[in-house]
């Protein structure tokens, strides 16, 4: 993670200026961040929470699952690499059986891309809301969610690979957020317009 070059805030708190130098690099094999056990990203998902980053995958990733971020018990990846794009999967533990949900190979490789993932896990007739840039994009349902959500609260996250680690992100990865709540489309389309002149200069 290299020091870029920030100042002020507008209303949603995001940098009116800040350089693309200020994003995490990771290597595809070995990089990433860990972030400790907390209250505050402890089962982020239950009564709705969002994960949001901006992305720029190299490939697929290491063993074809490169994590965007992983606690645990669910995760956002990249995987399947085709035709210069790879596709994105959102996974979550169950006490019965998981949730896997799948889009097409949609992300573009070397570019940056705008990624939310909201969900309600409260329920299993639930299903995540995946945007890229903006725009909410088909998912595939490839495994369906019985019983309840398995609990993560002991565990850290890591954003750019899983604990082992493993599966290592290759690529670029920056402003990486997280919501108790599921945001809206509105905050989306906003949240992405705030973020293009930075990954689309």
């Known amino acids: 993670l290299t020091e870029g070059i920030t ?25 990433y961040i860990e972030v400790p056990q907390s209250d505050v990203i402890n089962n982020i998902y239950d009564t709705g ?3 949001e ?17 992983e606690k645990k018990q669910h995760n956002l990846l990249t995987h399947s690499e085709s035709g210069g794009n790879v596709k994105l999967q959102f996974y979550i533990k169950f006490t019965g059986a998981d949730g896997t949900w799948d889009t097409g190979a949609v992300v573009p490789i070397n570019q940056w891309s705008h990624v939310i993932v909201t969900y309600d896990a409260d329920s299993v007739s639930n299903n995540p809301i995946l945007y890229i840039d903006g725009s909410s994009v088909s998912l595939t349902e490839s495994t369906t969610p019985t019983s309840t959500r398995e609990d993560d609260s ?48």
């Open 49 to 51: 929470g969002s994960i």
């Open 7 to 31: 100042s002020g805030r507008d209303s949603q708190g995001f940098y009116l200026k800040d350089t693309d130098e200020n994003v995490l690099t990771l290597n595809g094999e070995s990089d």
């Open 154 to 201: 002991t565990y850290p996250m890591q954003i750019g690979n899983n604990a082992s680690p493993s599966r290592a992100f290759d690529g670029n990865i920056d402003d990486f957020r997280l919501y108790d709540r599921i945001i809206t489309s509105t905050e989306v389309t906003k949240n992405y317009n705030a973020g293009l002149s930075k990954h689309r200069n």
């Open 53 to 69: 980053a901006w992305i720029k995958p190299q490939s697929d990733g290491q063993s074809d699952g490169g994590r965007i971020y």
